[in-house]
Structures are given as structure tokens and as C-alpha cells.
């Protein structure tokens, strides 16, 4: 014993033990969030749960576990699980607790079907008629499911063309309207009078809008009145309910589907998720708006950090005079890169918002006021925010590259009488481009995976606009914009129904997990063939 | 890294001159060109470097100048002065918002004052005066009481209204409305002192006639069905039970108590609750031998100032004896004494700041919350009255020579001082000194706290916990990755914790918040339990390993490959002790160790607590402490451990003894940048803790972070005011703290590099 302690093996087994743990960490975490996140828009069986009080409920199992027992003896274990019943304004709730001891029989009803709405989450029911307005077209489930499949689209498509009417006509007019409103006041902000002519002029043009508006609304109306067919439905437990096709985003009856019809479901609740825009307060539709938002912002912080962050290490490395303060700039330039990106945020704020926004608000926007423009959070504010966090990366990143170009390449450029300037713009700049980008990459995975600093700058749950529409000058930096961290932060931890919301929380953590790590590890594999590439002309 | 040589200019030799010959080939005027553009290049490289270099340096300077003001002194300068106005001076003045127009109260009645062009205005007729005089007042906002001569009493409100004419100036209006004075002396005493309440269920006036008593008018109003009520008034008198007269009167806002100061020092409580019977509930003593002068509630009506005869002025708190609803006077503060005795006193009725005045004309500016006195002022004679201006921008002073003097007074963050950030401080509501944030509440007169101690102790903290969790698996995994481990193996192992290192904090958060916290709440013994049982199972199953196999085995393997053994060893140590956690808790823990928790240890359990965040955050740190422990411990120059294995030690001596002290520099400064790191994690500890702001190192309890303080509140505070201030100082500690603990770190390694080379 005293000699197998003699020969360290065991302690050596520890330290692995330790390095096991953290793998196990690593590995487990992200297999955690595959599973939830993928499951989730698998279309699951609906089952009919009797109850030994002779009570009904039908829904799709979500989860199961053991009921914790207090008190002496050893006890047999008993099993709950948890049934999504959906029907929330029905119910009140959207998942029921069921003991397993309680059900006497369960059963796949062929004819029960899912109704994803627009509000109130799902509905889980079986079909008892279909109508067009008082007519009754269908009465049997059976038959139901194919009239309200037949009329589906149709009706939804009306709705939808309601809604883009609302949407662009009645937007394009509100923002017209909103254009004349400030004109007027930077009018009257110049001294002009109320008779001035062109302020009744912008008068007029408000009327008239307005006038446009309630022609649109009209048509708007007119649509609406198609919009008839219903479909009534019998809940668990023999409650009805009757609800308007147009609400319906999407029908499904998973019992009798077959794997191939339930891969169907699943990619098209797929591409729902990544290019719809959200529904019930984020919990449910997609992300769109959130992925736009994480892409354009990142987009625009490096259109900031790459001249900033390259500029930054050829002065440093090729242009200062190298010495004690140099040194002293270059490690400081380091460990910003470890001060908390909040502070990086509480800068963005102080500094961007209120000082650079304030002043932008007061020069350009008097007429605006008080009602801040740039003096607000923004896309724009929040880039730049997130580029100084991550200039300090690409910066050394740079330096790395430029440090790792030989020393002949650069010799032989100005050997040739090529001046300093040539030298670097022809010779060393394209040597040192695979840094660069590697540096980039890397500053682009920090920034889409950034919250902190984002929720002071300029992110909200839920925006009004993309920061990029049809109107001029078609890139409003100065617009708030939706986030897909801070989707995760919002739904999982700000959201009314959390249980409800913890797969959507799920599969957005997934996504952005996905962009992350496809960023660092394209940062990687450049990294690896920059490597190779310099370990052979390297002196 | 090696320092590349930077300053290589093309020869001079090369450079072709411009009277060189060679003009035909290369015309001049393009070499001139390119000179000029590799020139234009040098200055814009140079200039953009530094100024990007300075912008990324400058986020402190910003930082600080935001902050600088909170710590700046308050400032007044003088302002208006009136000369007195015939008759007899002011007993007490009242300013509107915009300081345009006031109002005067002496002996004669009620005066308007034109304070923009610093007049003395006519007189408002008091008709119910009669023949007497004002012979003392008193004022709660726009309610004022006024004690007569003939021994009535009299309520009236005095009310500014501000109008804006078309395309004129501000107008301001004064409106007085009295109401009939009551009589609490029939017998025509004058009342020498009086106080007012608006009570919670009617007006009172209390009123000191003679030397030592008390009459109470109480107003009530029954409410009839038919609306409109029916005003009631009742007067009631009672002797003070003091030693000395009767000195200085007030009330406080619900009219439950009366406070009587005295000319023995004595500050005496005597309770309204039972309308008929004033009982007297407590004597305190002030300073002894002088006189109590001035007794006044600072805005909020809770702190209670008393200042004496000798210029002493403290502040004085209701507080609640043990758990019990009964409660005592204490003196909670001491403000910085006058040279003379106190005479006058005005509250501001926005925060907690207030002024007094002496009778050798001494002002001075104090506050409640902070226990500050900021400014001191003096004026040509004794104190008489004195007045601040709603919106906290200025002072008034009457002298009793019936002059009138203004001082403006820019104090934007009075509720800031060193001891109110980092101290304790006895706050209204509390029953001793504390560290409380609390940024804010839901009435006007809240008293913010701004402490940032428990947010400091809170990130220190999680900090903690998470390094505790985060170190030994970290330096000892990088030990044994960089010891121990084939490098085929090594390939795999590195990326794999790379990639723990991309991940966003918030995904961490998130999945720390839903989904450890409930599991945790389940298996917490195991959790705790799961160090030791791992340990022991792995020592367990080396033994075995060495007596099962046999050695021709044992060799084949390769080395490192323990790790394939020591994963499933791992997950079914981390198994068992979940399930003797469970068995412990049947068996010791009365079956819920949250329950038993409460019990024993009076520790209550947060489902969202800092065992959470400490795995959490230790998922965060571990692969930046492992990622730079391993560089160091690989980069080891290897004729060290050569030579060590080479004379005969076994490679667990040689990683002990020889490669882990050579390394030991640079695994410090992992661990500091580590701890950099969890310092300033933010999303992880917003998500997975209650954000609590208690000081209390209990594992399962929450806490609130700086930074998670920050996120939180930033968005909600309103530009330049005192909590965006001071959250701007909460980042200006956070940045200090990294930017140091990294750059000793920095420091350290590149010590390290050199030391290596040298080897």
C-alpha cells in the first residue's frame, strides 16, 4: 500500500479525476441543451389520461418524476409526470401534474388534434364541426380535419394580407404623418409662424393622410369580413370552444402521423423558429428579429473594430518606438480585454448615449425633442460599445501575425527600394491578413455572445422594427433592436409563463450557441493553417 | 513573441536623390509622391494609433468623470439680500419653486414678498385676526399654524400657483386660505410656542401657553352620507410633566406623538393616540444643562432634530424595542455643533437635508442619511427664521434684525458621502447602524441607501465560492494535462475546454437559473458529498487497478489513457453520492435538509443560491485557469523534468517537486485572471442568484452583485442623478479591481517568460 503511495499513481488518478469532471462539465452542458433544445418541436403523441375519479385529461407528456416522500421507513417510489393539456383559457394552466397512481386507463385518440394559435398557446382537442360563418360545412372529426385543412390557407392568407396592410400602408402613412409633424416643429423651431405657408401646407398633407388611412382601413375591414370560418372543438373533459380559422397557425394530428409527417412538422416548426417574428410575449413563433439583430449588430461592430483594431497594433508594433511606455500601453491594451464587459456598457452609456447621442439630438433633432433620437439606447451605440470591448482582441491578434512575419520578407520589400509605406500596404498587410481575420472572428464570437453590456445600450425584449425597412435612409442605427442572448435572459427569466417558455429558451440557446462555437472554430482552423503556413517560411 | 525590429527605414544609400540622374527612368516628381505618401502614412498611423489607443484608455477617465461630482463639496454663493422692513421682522418666510414670489409671516399678519425684483410686498388682510398679534408659527409645507396673542389658534394654507400667460413670463400667484381660529385659552394667554400635524384622521394644533402646558386642537371631520362633513373641533390642555419651562414644540405627521423640549435639557414624548388623555410615554435628556431651542422632523417625518442651547444639533429616531410594537427615542446622529445656541431650523421638502441657524448668525447645511454638515454660512446678526427653497436650490435667512438674506446652493448628490457607500448607517426605519442598498422606493420621501458594502461582499463573495469550486479542478486538470497526458489525447482535450470558454455567460446563466437550481435544491448533501466520495472512489479503484491487472497489461497502455477509465469512474462517483446525499438526508437530516437546515442552523434556503452560482461561474473560470496554468506548466523548459526523472524520481515527484514550482508564478496569475474574470461576470450572477442584496456568507443563500446591480438598475436611472452616479462608481470599483489584479498577473507572466528563456 505505502509503495503504490510511493509511485504518486494515485494522486496522478486524482488530477485526472479533476480533468474528468471538467470534461464530463463541458460535455454534459452541451449535450443538455441538444436534447431540450431539439426535442422540443418534435410533434409528441396526445394521450387521453382517465383518471381514477373518472376525470379526463388530454395532452402530450412533457416530463416524469419521482414525488418526494418525507418521513420514516422505505417506501415504495411513486411517479408523477407532468402533461401538457394546453387550452390555457380554458384551463388556466398549460401543464397539469397527473400521479401515476391515479390514472386507470390512457389512450392515443386517432381524431385529437393540435391547433397551434396566435394567442393563448396551444389547443388540444378533437374537431366536432367546421363552419362557414352559420353554415355547417363538417360535423364529424374525421371529416372536420379535412375541411379545416382544405380552408386552412385560404383563410390565413386573408388574414395575412389584412395584416401586411396594416403593417406597410398604414405604417408608410403614420410614418409620412410623423415626418410632416417634425417638419412642422423645426419649422416653428426657426421662428416660423402658425400662417406660414408651408406649415399649412404640412397641415394639409396630415389631413390628407389621414384621409388615405381610413381608406386602407376600409379595405383592411373588407378583408376582415371573410375571415369566417370557424372550427368548434371539444376539449378534454367535454368543454367546447369555438374558434376562427385565422387564429390557427398551424393544425396537426400526431397520432396518426408517421415519422416522415412528423419530420415534416418538425422542419417546418424549424424554419417557423428562425423566420417568424415572436408571438405571446416571445414565448412563442420564432426569433427572427432576434437573429437580425444579433447579426446586424455584429456586423457593425466590425465594420468598427477592424480599422480600429489593426490601426491600433501596426502603430504598436511597426510605427512606435519600442520601449518601457510602448510596453506599458501593450499590456494595458491586454487586460482590457479582462475588465467586465458591464463596464464596458456603463461607458457605452455615459459616453455614447448621453454625450456623443445627446449632442447628435441637440445638433440634428431639435425638433424631435424631448424625445431622444440618438440620445437613447441603440443598434448603433451598442456596436460600437461591444468594438471597444473587443478591439483589445484583434489587436493582439494582429501583433501576434505581425510579430510571426519573418523578417526577410519586409527587408527584401525595402532591399528593393520600396518605401515603408509600400512595404506594409503590399508585403506585410496581405501576410498579416489570416491574423487579422482570426481576430475578427474571435472579436465577432465574444460580441454575439454578449449580453451585459448590450441591455444598457440599447436591447429590448421585443422591437417595433428592424433596424433596416423600406424607408430612407433604409439603416436606422439609432433603433432599438432584439438580441438573442438577451431573448434567452428575457424569456427564461422575465417571461409570465416560464414553463411554457423553457423549450423555446432552450432551442434559442442552442442557436446561439451554434453561431458562437461555428465562429470560434473557423477562428481555429484559420489559426491551424497559419501555423503550418508559417512553420515553413519562417527562418 | 519576439520584439520584431520596427524602425527599419530603407538605406539611405538606396534612396534614390532627387537630383539623381536616374530621373528618366523613375520620374522625380512620382518618388516625390511616394515619399510624401509614405510620410502622410507614418503621421496617419501614428495619430489613429495613439487616438485609438487613448479612446480605448479614456473609458476610465470617463467613467471618473462621471463619478467626480458625487464627491464634490456642495457650493452656495451669496445671493439676494433685502433690507428689513419696517414693523416687526418675520416670524417665518415661505418661497415659491421658481423663488419669484414668498410670503411672510410676523406679528402683524401675512406679507407678500416680490423676491425677483427683492421687494417687500403689501399686506394679506387676516380679518379673523382681530386686534391680536402673531406671537409665534410654524409650517408644514403649504399648512401654516399660527399661535395668537389672545391665546387662539389658527390654521391657514398658503398655496403658489405657477402660469404660464401666452407668449408672457412666468406668473406666479399666492393664494391664502385661513381658516377660523380656535380658542385653547379663553382666559387670553398668548401662545408662546406652537406646533401643527396634518394627523391621519384630522388636523391638530398643539399650543404652549404659561410655562409649562399643553393645549391640543384636533380637527375632525365626520363624513356624513350625503358628502361634505361636518368639522368638529376639540380642544384638550394637560400639564407637562418637566422639570424645566417649555422651550421648543413639534409633532409628527401621523399626530401620534408630541415632542416637548425643555429648558432642562429634557426632550420629553408624550403620546396622542387616546384623543382625551396625552400620556406621557418617555423623558429623554439632550445635553445636559442646555436648554432644548429647536425640535423639527426632517422631510418624511421620521428623523427628528434637536438642536440646544449650547449649538449642539443631533437627530433622533423612533426605534422599535426588541420585537415588540413599543419603541424608543435614540439618538442616532450628531451633527457638527454651532458656536452659539441654536435658534432656527427649515427643512428641504425634497430629501433629507435641513438647516439651522445660531444666535451669533452662524447657518449651517446638515444631512440626515449622512450625518453631514456641508456648509456653514454667517450672517450680521442672531438667527431669527430661516427658509429652503422647494427645489433644494437655495437658502433663506432672516436676522432678527428683520433682514433678509439669500444664498443659492448647488448640492446635487447630498445623500453621497464615503460613509453612507461604504459605512453604516443608521437609517429611518432601522433599529441599529447597517449596510442597506436600496436604491429605491415607492413614496417621494423615501430615503435612498445607497451601500455599496453588501454589493462589494456579494461579488466577493460569489467570487469566492466559484474559486473554490473553479481552482482544484482547474490546476490540477492542467496538471494533469500537461504532465501526464499523451499528446495524441491532449489534441482532444485542449479544444474541448476551449470551447467551455466560448461559451456566453449567459447561456451559463440560463442554464444555472432553470435548470441546476431546482436539481440542485433536490440533491444539495450529494452535491457537497461529491468531492469526497469521488476522491475515495478513485482511490479505491487504483488500488484495485494496481493488484487486479497485471502488469504486461498495464504496460501496453498508453500513457494518459487513464483518463477513459477514470470518466465512467467519475460519473459513477458523482451517482453515489447523490444517492448518499439522499441517504444522509433520510437518516441525519430528518428526511429534508432544508427543513432541518432552518432548524438547526437557522440558515433559510434559497432555491437560486450561491452553490449555483458558484458552479456556474467555476464553469465560467475553470477553463481560463486551466488554458494559462497549462501554457506554463507545458512550457516548463523539458531538461528539467528530464534531468529529474533522469536521476530517479517518479514523474508525480518530478510534477511536484520540480516542474509545478517552476511554474508556480504562472499558475498564480491564472488563478488571478481567473478571479478578474468572476469578478465582473454578470449575466451568470443576474441569473442564478435572487439578487438579494444581504451580507450573509451562507451557502445556500443569494446575493447581489456589482455588476448584476449595474445591468439591473442602470437602465432605470435617471441621467446624472445620484444612483446613475454611483452606479458609474460601481463600475469604476469593478474596473480597478480587474485592471490591477490583471495587470499584476500580466506582470508576473512575462517575469515568468524571461525566467524560462534564462533557464
Redesign the interface.
Known amino acids: 500500500?505505502k509503495e503504490?503511495y510511493?509511485?504518486?499513481?494515485?494522486?496522478?488518478?486524482?488530477?485526472?479525476?479533476?480533468?474528468?469532471?471538467?470534461?464530463?462539465?463541458?460535455?454534459g452542458?452541451i449535450a443538455?441543451?441538444m436534447y431540450n433544445g431539439l426535442g422540443f418541436f418534435w410533434p409528441k403523441d396526445i394521450v387521453r389520461y382517465t383518471l381514477a375519479d373518472g376525470r379526463q385529461v388530454m395532452g402530450q407528456l412533457s416530463e416524469r418524476e419521482e414525488i418526494?416522500q418525507?418521513?420514516?421507513g422505505k417506501k415504495e417510489p411513486l411517479w408523477r409526470i407532468k402533461v401538457k393539456q394546453g387550452n390555457r383559457d380554458l384551463y388556466g394552466a398549460d401543464f397539469i401534474w397527473i400521479n401515476e397512481a391515479d390514472i386507470k386507463t390512457e389512450e392515443k385518440p386517432a381524431a385529437a388534434i393540435v391547433l397551434e394559435r396566435r394567442e393563448w398557446g396551444d389547443f388540444i382537442g378533437v374537431i366536432k364541426a367546421v363552419k362557414d360563418g352559420a353554415t355547417a360545412i363538417a360535423a364529424e372529426p374525421a371529416e372536420g380535419w379535412k375541411a379545416l385543412t382544405g380552408a386552412l390557407a385560404g383563410q390565413r392568407r386573408l388574414f395575412e394580407e389584412a395584416r401586411a396592410l396594416e403593417r406597410d400602408e398604414v405604417g408608410a402613412i403614420s410614418y409620412d404623418q410623423e415626418k410632416l409633424r417634425l417638419a412642422n416643429r423645426a419649422l416653428k423651431l426657426k421662428g416660423a409662424k402658425d400662417d406660414d405657408p408651408r406649415i399649412t401646407a404640412n397641415l394639409a398633407g396630415i389631413d390628407k393622410l389621414h384621409k388615405d388611412y381610413e381608406a386602407v382601413m376600409e379595405r383592411v375591414g373588407a378583408i376582415r369580413a371573410k375571415l369566417t370560418w370557424t372550427v368548434v372543438l371539444t376539449g378534454a373533459g367535454g368543454v367546447e370552444k369555438e374558434l376562427p380559422l385565422y387564429m390557427i397557425v398551424r393544425a396537426v394530428k400526431p397520432n396518426e402521423l408517421s415519422v416522415f409527417g412528423k419530420a415534416g412538422v418538425y422542419l417546418s416548426k424549424i424554419w417557423e423558429f428562425i423566420s417568424a417574428d415572436p408571438r405571446e410575449s416571445n414565448t412563442e413563433g420564432g426569433v427572427f428579429p432576434a437573429i437580425f439583430g444579433t447579426v446586424l449588430m455584429v456586423m457593425v461592430m466590425s465594420v468598427a473594430v477592424t480599422p480600429?483594431g489593426v490601426?491600433?497594433a501596426?502603430?504598436?508594433?511597426?510605427?512606435?518606438?519600442?520601449g518601457v511606455f510602448v510596453s506599458a500601453?501593450r499590456?494595458?491594451?491586454?487586460?482590457?480585454a479582462?475588465?467586465?464587459?458591464?463596464?464596458?456598457?456603463?461607458?457605452g452609456?455615459?459616453?455614447f448615449i448621453?454625450?456623443v447621442g445627446g449632442s447628435i439630438d441637440s445638433l440634428f433633432f431639435p425638433e424631435a425633442l424631448p424625445t431622444p433620437t440618438y440620445g437613447t439606447g441603440g443598434i448603433l451605440w451598442a456596436s460600437l460599445t461591444l468594438a471597444?470591448l473587443t478591439?483589445?482582441v484583434v489587436i493582439v491578434a494582429t501583433e501576434?501575425g505581425?510579430?510571426a512575419?519573418p523578417?526577410n520578407l519586409?527587408?527584401a520589400s525595402?532591399?528593393l527600394?520600396?518605401?515603408?509605406?509600400?512595404t506594409?500596404?503590399r508585403v506585410v498587410l496581405p501576410a498579416v491578413m489570416p491574423s487579422i481575420l482570426t481576430g475578427l472572428i474571435l472579436a465577432m464570437?465574444r460580441a454575439?455572445?454578449?449580453?451585459?453590456p448590450l441591455?444598457?445600450t440599447g436591447v429590448v425584449k421585443l422591437a417595433p422594427s428592424l433596424p433596416i425597412d423600406g424607408y430612407f435612409p433604409f439603416l436606422h442605427m439609432e433603433r432599438k433592436f432584439m438580441h438573442l442572448?438577451?431573448h434567452?435572459?428575457d424569456v427564461?427569466?422575465q417571461s409570465p409563463n416560464?414553463d411554457a417558455a423553457?423549450p423555446m429558451?432552450y432551442t434559442t440557446?442552442l442557436l446561439?450557441?451554434g453561431i458562437?462555437?461555428a465562429l470560434?472554430l473557423s477562428a481555429?482552423v484559420i489559426r491551424n493553417k497559419l501555423k503550418k503556413k508559417f512553420a515553413t517560411s519562417a527562418v | 513573441?519576439?520584439?520584431?525590429?520596427?524602425?527599419?527605414?530603407?538605406?539611405p544609400a538606396?534612396r534614390?536623390g532627387r537630383e539623381s540622374g536616374r530621373a528618366a527612368a523613375r520620374p522625380s516628381s512620382s518618388f516625390d509622391t511616394?515619399?510624401r505618401?509614405?510620410k502622410?502614412?507614418?503621421v496617419m498611423?501614428?495619430v489613429?494609433?495613439?487616438a485609438?489607443?487613448a479612446?480605448?484608455?479614456?473609458?476610465l477617465f470617463?467613467?471618473i468623470?462621471?463619478v467626480y461630482p458625487l464627491f464634490q463639496d456642495p457650493e452656495a454663493e451669496p445671493g439676494v439680500t433685502m433690507a428689513a422692513v419696517e414693523g416687526a421682522a418675520p416670524l417665518l418666510i415661505m418661497v415659491d419653486e421658481y423663488q419669484q414670489a414668498g410670503l411672510a409671516v410676523d406679528a402683524n399678519g401675512l406679507r407678500k414678498m416680490t423676491l425677483v425684483s427683492r421687494e417687500w410686498g403689501g399686506r394679506i388682510a387676516l380679518g379673523a385676526l382681530g386686534g391680536a398679534t402673531v406671537t409665534s408659527a410654524t409650517r408644514h409645507q403649504r399648512e401654516m399654524a399660527l399661535g395668537l396673542s389672545d391665546g387662539r389658534v389658527m390654521r391657514l394654507e398658503a398655496e403658489f400657483t405657477t402660469t404660464y400667460p401666452e407668449g408672457g413670463q412666468r406668473h406666479v400667484e399666492l393664494n391664502v386660505n385661513a381658516d377660523e381660529p380656535v380658542t385653547v385659552r379663553a382666559d387670553g394667554q398668548p401662545v408662546r410656542l406652537i406646533a401643527y400635524s396634518p394627523g391621519e384622521e384630522g388636523q391638530i394644533i398643539a399650543a404652549a401657553t404659561g410655562a409649562r402646558e399643553v393645549s391640543l386642537a384636533r380637527t375632525v371631520e365626520s363624513r356624513s352620507l350625503m358628502g361634505g362633513g361636518e368639522k368638529e373641533i376639540t380642544v384638550t390642555r394637560f400639564g407637562a410633566d418637566t422639570k424645566g419651562d417649555i422651550t421648543a414644540l413639534t409633532m409628527d405627521l401621523r399626530g401620534e406623538s408630541l415632542f416637548i423640549g425643555t429648558a432642562a435639557g429634557e426632550l420629553v414624548r408624550v403620546s396622542l393616540v387616546n384623543p382625551q388623555t396625552p400620556l406621557h410615554v418617555e423623558t429623554v435628556t439632550v445635553t445636559p444643562g442646555a436648554p432644548v431651542s429647536v425640535l423639527g422632523f426632517v422631510f418624511g417625518g421620521r428623523s427628528l432634530i434637536v438642536g440646544d442651547g449650547k449649538g449642539g444639533v443631533s437627530g433622533w429616531l423612533l426605534t422599535r424595542i426588541g420585537e415588540g410594537v413599543e419603541t424608543r427615542l435614540q439618538k442616532t446622529c450628531e451633527f457638527a455643533p454651532h458656536a452659539a445656541g441654536v435658534t432656527a431650523f427649515a427643512v428641504s421638502q425634497r430629501n433629507k437635508g435641513f438647516i439651522t441657524g445660531d444666535s451669533g448668525g452662524g447657518v449651517r447645511l446638515h444631512y440626515a442619511t449622512t450625518e453631514r454638515t456641508s456648509l456653514a454660512f454667517s450672517t450680521d446678526g442672531p438667527v431669527a427664521s430661516l427658509a429652503m427653497a422647494p427645489k433644494y436650490d437655495a437658502l433663506w435667512a432672516i436676522t432678527s434684525t428683520g433682514g433678509l438674506r439669500q444664498w443659492t446652493l448647488d448640492d446635487p448628490h447630498p445623500e453621497i458621502s464615503l460613509k453612507a457607500l461604504f459605512g453604516e448607517v443608521w437609517y429611518e426605519g432601522y433599529t441599529k447602524p447597517d449596510y442597506v442598498w436600496q436604491s429605491t422606493g415607492g413614496t417621494d420621501d423615501f430615503e435612498s441607501k445607497y451601500s455599496l458594502s453588501p454589493l462589494i461582499y456579494g461579488t466577493l463573495k460569489g467570487t469566492f465560492y466559484s474559486m473554490v469550486i473553479a481552482i482544484?479542478?482547474?490546476v490540477?486538470?492542467a496538471?494533469?494535462?500537461s504532465q501526464?497526458m499523451h499528446p495524441s489525447i491532449r489534441g482532444v482535450?485542449k479544444?474541448?475546454?476551449?470551447?467551455?470558454a466560448?461559451?456566453?455567460?449567459?447561456?451559463?446563466?440560463?442554464?444555472a437559473?432553470?435548470?441546476m437550481a431546482p436539481m440542485m435544491e433536490?440533491i444539495a448533501p450529494g452535491v457537497l458529498l461529491m468531492p469526497l466520495v469521488?476522491?475515495a472512489v478513485?482511490?479505491l479503484?487504483?488500488?484495485l487497478w494496481?493488484a487486479a491487472v497485471p502488469g504486461r497489461v498495464k504496460r501496453r497502455l498508453t500513457k494518459g489513457a487513464?483518463?477513459l477509465v477514470?470518466?465512467p469512474?467519475?460519473?459513477f462517483?458523482?451517482w453515489l453520492s447523490i444517492r448518499l446525499g439522499y441517504g444522509i438526508e433520510e437518516l441525519f437530516l430528518r428526511?429534508?435538509y432544508r427543513v432541518w437546515l432552518k432548524e438547526v442552523a437557522g440558515i433559510t434556503f434559497d432555491q437560486r443560491n450561491t452553490l449555483v452560482v458558484g458552479f456556474a461561474m467555476g464553469?465560467a473560470v475553470?477553463p481560463i485557469i486551466?488554458t494559462i496554468s497549462e501554457d506554463s506548466l507545458s512550457n516548463v523548459p523539458s531538461h528539467l523534468s528530464a534531468g529529474s526523472l533522469a536521476l530517479g524520481a517518479?514523474?508525480?515527484?518530478t510534477?511536484?517537486n520540480v516542474v509545478l514550482p517552476a511554474a508556480s508564478p504562472g499558475i498564480f496569475s491564472a488563478i488571478m485572471?481567473g478571479f478578474?474574470?468572476a469578478?465582473?461576470?454578470?449575466?451568470i450572477v443576474?441569473?442564478a442568484t435572487g439578487n438579494t442584496p444581504v451580507m450573509d456568507m451562507s451557502l445556500f443563500n443569494g446575493f447581489r452583485a456589482l455588476?448584476a446591480n449595474?445591468?439591473v438598475e442602470?437602465?432605470e436611472a435617471p441621467?446624472q442623478g445620484t444612483l446613475y452616479r454611483v452606479?458609474?462608481l460601481a463600475?469604476l470599483l469593478?474596473?480597478c479591481m480587474?485592471?490591477i489584479?490583471?495587470?499584476v498577473a500580466?506582470?508576473i507572466r512575462?517575469r515568468l517568460r524571461r525566467r524560462y528563456s534564462e533557464l
Do not use: H
Request: charged share 10%; aromatic share 12%.
Open positions: 500500500m503504490l510511493r509511485t504518486g499513481d494515485p494522486l496522478i488518478w486524482l488530477t485526472g479525476g479533476a480533468l474528468a469532471f471538467s470534461l464530463l462539465m463541458v460535455v452542458l443538455l441543451i418526494p418525507f418521513g420514516e480600429m490601426l491600433g501596426f502603430y504598436l508594433r511597426e510605427y512606435a518606438r519600442q500601453v499590456i494595458a491594451v491586454n487586460n482590457l479582462g475588465v467586465p464587459s458591464i463596464v464596458f456598457g456603463v461607458f452609456v455615459g459616453f448621453y454625450f471597444l478591439v483589445p501576434e505581425l510579430a512575419i523578417r519586409r527587408e525595402l532591399g527600394g520600396a518605401t515603408k509605406f509600400e506594409m500596404w464570437a454575439a455572445g454578449e449580453v451585459a441591455m444598457i442572448g438577451f434567452i435572459y427564461g427569466f416560464v423553457r429558451v440557446t446561439l450557441l458562437v462555437l470560434n481555429i | 513573441m519576439n520584439q520584431t525590429e520596427s524602425t527599419i527605414q530603407p538605406e538606396l534614390p511616394r515619399l505618401a509614405d502622410i502614412a507614418k498611423v501614428t489613429g494609433g495613439i485609438i489607443i479612446s480605448i484608455l479614456a473609458i470617463v467613467i468623470i462621471e482544484p479542478l482547474a490540477l486538470g496538471l494533469y494535462t501526464f482535450v479544444p474541448t475546454v476551449e470551447i467551455m466560448a461559451l456566453p455567460s449567459v447561456v451559463l446563466g440560463f442554464i437559473g432553470l435548470w433536490k469521488i476522491t478513485i482511490l479503484s487504483v488500488t494496481r487513464e483518463l477514470l470518466i469512474l467519475t460519473l462517483g458523482g428526511g429534508d464553469f475553470i486551466f517518479t514523474p508525480w515527484q510534477a511536484m485572471i478578474g474574470r469578478v465582473g461576470e454578470t449575466m443576474l441569473m455588476s449595474i445591468a442602470l437602465p441621467e452606479l458609474f463600475a469593478l474596473f480587474t485592471f489584479v490583471n495587470t500580466e506582470v512575462l
